[in-house]
């Protein structure tokens, strides 16, 4: 199970890296089509693939996101609550959760499957969406594994 998590935890980071590769590969992208429009050569396929790096950019920064709590909670409530029923709460989320990013992986590797043999397209540059798709699942999948960590480690809590 440790070297489970190793690997997990080696997958994160490097997705941590992919996902701000994105987000300035987007910027630089936005940049340089903004300034070849003025001059009258706007980059052809610019919006699809800003549109591809966003979602990349998002799915690739959801696991880490979640393993240093960076999602927005309510905090004033929050602190209320002693720290068995913060416990329990953290707990009946995360299994809602892991069900829910389960199934929405599943139905995700489905979809690009699904895409993948209609042979569809991007509009403009004809590039295969499956493969942004499978790549979100991919994500996803990485994303169930830190939750499911994160109810583990819930529970060793509750049980101390």
């Known amino acids: ?9 080696w997958l994160l980071q490097k997705m941590k890296i992919i996902g701000a590769a994105c987000l300035v590969g987007m910027m630089f ?3 340089t089509d ?18 591809f790096m966003a979602t990349l950019a998002v799915a690739m920064a959801l696991p ?3 393993q240093v709590k960076g999602h927005i909670g309510v905090e004033i409530l929050w602190q209320v609550f002693s720290e068995k029923t913060r416990a329990i ?3 009946c989320t995360s299994i809602l959760s892991l069900g829910l990013f389960g199934v929405v992986t599943w139905r995700m590797a489905l979809y690009a499957h699904t895409i993948q ?5 991007s509009m403009n540059l004809e590039l295969p969406e499956h493969i942004i798709i499978y790549t979100v699942a991919f994500c996803f999948i990485i994303f ?3 939750i499911l960590q994160n109810i583990i480690q819930t529970i060793k809590k509750l049980s101390e």
């Open 1 to 9: 199970m440790n070297i489970f998590l190793k690997i997990v935890e």
């Open 29 to 31: 992208l936005t940049c």
């Open 34 to 51: 903004v300034v070849g429009r003025l001059m009258g050569h706007p980059i052809f396929g610019s919006v699809e693939l800003v549109g």
């Open 64 to 66: 880490y996101t979640h």
């Open 89 to 91: 709460v953290d707990l």
């Open 117 to 121: 043999k209609s042979g569809e397209v």
């Open 144 to 146: 169930t594994f830190i």
